[in-house]
């Protein structure tokens, strides 16, 4: 059974920063596209940052030169390097894992980690 385990989440005052990691297990980590999400109480689930099987990125604007997406291919994990955190950051973050092809279509979800930004 696929797994994706978070870490990293906790509580940090405004300016300060964290580092999430994700960490995969029963997966071919190699060809798939890997994103973190952000759900805030009452809001939906959105992506923050997304990282390609090939290594492109992409980031929402509200976090571009704020935080960085990396991955290691050897340890199966990605990270997500956040910097000049801010209240509005605090959310639940949850690690994603997905592939798609013409014949498959894999989803896969981490539990999630707290992110609180006190201010």
């Known amino acids: 059974q696929v797994q994706l385990v978070e870490s990293g989440g906790g509580l940090v005052q405004a300016g300060g920063s964290l580092r999430l990691s994700c960490t995969a297990s029963r997966l071919m980590f190699t060809i798939y596209d890997m994103g973190w999400y952000q759900q805030a109480p009452g809001k939906q689930r959105e992506l923050v940052a997304g990282?390609?099987?090939?290594?492109?990125?992409n980031y929402a604007e509200s976090v571009k030169g704020r935080f960085t997406i990396s991955r290691d291919n050897a340890k199966n994990t990605v990270y997500l390097q956040m910097n000049s955190l801010k209240p509005e950051d605090t959310a639940v973050y949850y690690c994603?894992?997905?592939?798609?092809?013409?014949?498959?279509?894999?989803?896969?979800w981490g539990q999630g980690t707290q992110v609180t930004v006190s201010s």
């Open positions: 994603n894992a997905r592939f798609t092809s013409d014949r498959i279509n894999s989803d896969y």
């Open positions: 990282i390609t099987s090939g290594g492109s990125v």
